[in-house]
Nanobody, 119 residues
Framework: QVHVVESGGGLVQAGGSLTVSCEVS????????MGWYRQFAGKQRELVAK???????VYADSVKGRFTISRVNANNTVYLQMNSLIPEDTDVYYC?????????????WGQGIQVTVYS
């Protein structure tokens, strides 16, 4: 079984910073891309940032220059450093990992973590 657990969300004032992290544990062979999505109630889940196994990164236009994604393979952990936060960043953030297990690649999702930015 694979476990994807996010941590570090919370309440922050606009202009502030917050880091969320996501650790993958359990039985699997390898992790390719790791990323963060966010979803506001009633809206479609959207990509925030993604990092490949080769450390290439992709960011949503709305967060470029403010957010930084990184990963530590030894810990199977991906981080999202969020700076210059604005109220529009308020969302539930979901960790997504593309994992090889039992000879199959599959997407695994965390349970989601709330980030609230107040002005």
């Amino acid at each position: 079984q694979v476990h994807v657990v996010e941590s570090g969300g919370g309440l922050v004032q606009a202009g502030g910073s917050l880091t969320v992290s996501c650790e993958v544990s359990g039985r699997f062979d390898s992790i390719a891309a790791m990323g963060w999505y966010r979803q506001f109630a009633g809206k479609q889940r959207e990509l925030v940032a993604k990092i490949t196994g080769g450390y290439s990164t992709v960011y949503a236009d709305s967060v470029k220059g403010r957010f930084t994604i990184s990963r530590v393979n030894a810990n199977n952990t991906v981080y999202l450093q969020m700076n210059s936060l604005i109220p529009e960043d308020t969302d539930v953030y979901y960790c997504n990992d593309y994992i090889y297990r039992d000879r199959h690649w599959n997407d695994y999702w965390g349970q989601g973590i709330q980030v609230t930015v107040y002005s």
